[in-house]
């Protein structure tokens, strides 16, 4: 198992930057796929980055695209999210997820809190 704690979110304007940070904790971090997932007030959870556990492999919504960076760091065991150009539409809980497979929006095998990023227009 892992446990998962997220940090970074904040409020910020439209055009802005955050990195949000997931703190892992438990055996084997590297065995396991990670991504950020989002959920927005009267939304759907949607999928946002996955990365592949080697960190070699990344995967963004469309609506992300060129704007966000997902990595990982296996010293640290911490998984980041680099978000800039934030626009209002960004606005949601954000929550790190991982699994032994793949992280999707309906699947993850572990979930952190959540961190609010809220973007001002």
């Known amino acids: 198992q892992v446990q998962l704690v997220e940090s970074g979110g904040g409020l910020v304007q439209a055009g802005g930057s955050l990195r949000l940070s997931c703190a892992a904790s438990g055996r084997t971090f590297s065995s396991y796929a990670m991504g950020w997932l989002r959920q927005a007030p009267g939304k759907e959870r949607e999928f946002v980055a996955a990365?592949?556990?080697?960190?070699?492999?990344?995967y963004y919504a469309d609506s992300v695209k060129g704007r966000f960076t997902i990595s990982r760091d296996g010293a640290k065991n911490t998984l980041y999210l680099q978000m800039n150009s934030l626009k209002p539409e960004d606005t949601a809980v954000y929550y790190c997820?991982?699994?032994?497979?793949?992280?999707?929006?309906?699947?993850?095998?572990?979930w952190g809190q959540g961190t609010q990023v809220t973007v001002s227009s």
């Open positions: 997820a991982a699994d032994g497979v793949v992280v999707t929006s309906t699947h993850a095998g572990y």
């Open positions: 990365i592949s556990r080697s960190g070699g492999s990344t």
